[in-house]
């Protein structure tokens, strides 16, 4: 029977070993890529509506439109509200029914057409303005329409107007994708691209009733095009067998819901609308309890944060216990940017894509993850260092033999 020599046998064991090290790495890092998040609570003092990936926090107080730093910087830029901020830290606005746009470069400019929703990181962006606005050819059926501007090409209107239906746009990303829904808020929600729109269903695919697709909303999408948004009608039974009717504070039978980049859609478990997505595919808005029947154990009422990976959880439940504001309800989550930064508030205002918060929630990176990968890293490195070792006496070893 042939041997092995120790020299291979050692080589083997030293593979399988650095092998057996990046495995258990690649493990920890796989368990630990979307934890359940801690959140500390920080008082903005005024109402934001938008919040972009650097931090920047855009809204309004009482002295008009407000832009707040990463560090806590305050700038104030006129009157109105901020309603979007982009990663360049350029901010759309609406004051009184006029858009305006402000960055540090040029300031302020205000435009002389109607209200505004979302901007992009191209400069682009929608709103709502008067049917009878020059720029917009004339339609006796409506009395106001979506629009999108762009830098160079200026106004266009975002109407379908084959149906006579105003298109309101609540959500644009820089692929020039916009997402919204009837004017009318008898239609149901869109997606348009190059042009075309594509109406967003989900009564055929998810089971419901005819009468649900009709009263959806799109509020958001993201990079990826994932669409957050919501839709009901009067009571509906969920796939998963909870039943709904209509509740109390306006928690009507609306389910959240996720549309992904084919534009199939998927319940995420809660009776609520969905306002933000991040890029991440995480999503934050609504739940009403009040609005299920038989108790529903697996719901709650306030703000929530859905993930793939955990799916939805109540915000209120995220808090870090020593913290000073951990006392607050929260009662919607406006906004989420990719690093899981939320707006959120106790209350829930009016509106479906300007609804705001008073406070910022800012994920805090639990010690024990830090550790894991630590730990991981020490692992592996041990691994490699003793088969090194180990290599180096096994070559001292055979050149004394030779001698």
Partial sequence: MKTVPLAVLSTSINCVGRLLGAAALIFSLNAIATPIPTYKVIDLGFTGTALNNRGQVAGYSSEGAVLRDRNG??????????????????????DNGHAWIWDSVFGRR????????????????VGYVSADHPGIPADPFLESEGYFWDPIFGLTPTPDRAAHQALAPLDINNHATIVGHNGAGEGPAFVMENGVVTKLDVAEVLDLPPGFSRSLRATAINE????????????????NGLECVEGTEG????????????????????FGPAFAISDR????????????????????????????????????????PNDPLREIHFGIAAQINNSGMIIADPTFGPGIRNTGGRYLLIRVREPGTAVMLGLALVVLGFFHRVANLRDTLGLARRSGTSR
């Fill in 73 to 94: 910087t305050i700038r104030y830029l006129g009157s109105g509200q901020a309603v979007d901020v982009n990663e360049f830290g350029q901010v759309l606005g609406d």
């Fill in 110 to 125: 205000d435009f002389a057409f109607g209200g505004a929703t979302a901007l992009n990181d191209r400069g682009q962006f």
């Fill in 224 to 239: 990826r095009g994932e669409i957050a948004g919501f839709g009901g009608s009067d009571d509906v039974t969920l796939p």
């Fill in 251 to 270: 928690g009507e039978c609306t389910p959240a819901i996720l549309w992904g980049p084919d534009l199939t859609p998927q319940l995420l478990g809660v």
């Fill in 281 to 320: 595919g995480q999503v934050v808005g609504r739940s009403f309890l009040e609005s299920c029947i038989g108790g529903c154990p697996a719901l709650f009422n306030g703000a929530f944060l859905w993930d793939r990976s955990f799916g939805a959880l109540d915000i209120n439940t995220l808090i870090r």
